[in-house]
């Protein structure tokens, strides 16, 4: 098609210690963040994974994470960016934060997803193990590459008082992996942070996904909700062999069942850009 592209994104998902009813308000989920942000020339979203081993130090880790995602979406309404530099949204953004005048410390992992609506390219930025999958014809046909130090010990974006600078790891926006691909229409595009993928396998994200008949965001958030329910239940599950169990097997640790986590999951669709 001729036409301009777009995203209908819908989003959802659990803190980890939703079972307490702890909900905070905005678009956090536990230490997750997410944003999404239209302008005229691109769709961008956005999921970040705040770093939960600051706790330890009486540091908040939604803080982080949250208001690296809140200047991400306030740089692209400002249009701010170039929608074939995703990684030139994370670096603004996380310069404005070592800039910021209210002290800001913790780390968080990010990854920022671009359409520009002209050229149907998808131009991503992946730091750390947050991602996304492309999802056509029922077949991830792209997918982000994870970034681990070692194990469970993803790249980061980080923020460390004067004293623990060089004990903290921090990894520049640069260092995050960045691809760019042409997408087609009715293509899905789910992008979400480790609490998803550390739970559920492809084939089981794949088996919800075809569920979503239509395009319209109901069936969109329907669809949102049913994989985060899913990845939240199995998180619990004592017994389950999960994603993240086998890659800890595989790491010549025992261990068995879910990973409790805090969950973040926007689903999209490429549709015709209307001013929806």
């Known amino acids: 098609g ?13 803190g980890k210690d939703f079972r307490k009813g702890l909900l905070k308000k905005g678009a956090c989920y536990g230490d997750d963040a997410c944003f999404v942000a239209r302008h005229r020339s691109a769709d961008v979203l ?6 939960g081993g600051w706790r330890d130090y009486g540091v908040d880790p939604s803080q982080f994470s949250g208001t690296l995602m809140r200047t991400c979406e306030r740089l692209v309404k400002e249009g701010r960016f170039v929608p074939s530099n995703p990684i030139g949204i994370l670096t603004t953004s996380y310069c404005e934060l070592l800039q910021n005048k209210v002290p800001l410390l913790g780390s968080s992992t990010a990854c920022i997803v671009v359409l520009d609506r002209t050229s149907h390219r998808l131009h991503t930025a992946n ?11 029922g077949e991830v046909v792209h997918r982000s590459d994870e970034q681990q130090h070692y194990f469970n ?13 060089g004990v903290v790891l921090s990894d520049s926006p640069d ?9 087609q229409l009715g293509d899905i595009i789910l992008t979400a942070t480790d609490g998803l993928f550390d739970n559920m396998p492809d084939y089981m994200i794949l088996q919800e996904l075809k569920k979503l008949k239509n395009s319209n965001y ?4 329907q669809t949102a909700r049913s994989i985060a329910e899913q990845a939240h239940e199995l998180a619990y599950d004592p017994n389950y062999m999960s994603p993240f169990a086998q890659f800890a097997c595989d790491n010549g640790l025992n261990v068995r069942g879910g990973k409790p986590d ?5 689903l999209s669709i490429v549709a015709e850009y209307t001013d929806w």
């Open 153 to 165: 010990t993803p790249f980061q974006l980080s923020i460390a008082p004067p004293e623990a600078e």
């Open 46 to 51: 956005g999921v970040a994974d705040g770093v």
């Open 175 to 183: 260092a995050a992996d960045s691809t760019s691909f042409d997408v």
């Open 218 to 221: 109901e069936s969109i958030q």
């Open 127 to 137: 730091l750390g193990d947050s991602g996304f999958l492309v999802v056509r014809g």
């Open 2 to 14: 001729g036409g301009d592209y777009g995203l209908v994104t819908a989003g959802c998902g659990f």
């Open 262 to 266: 805090d969950i973040t999951v926007l």
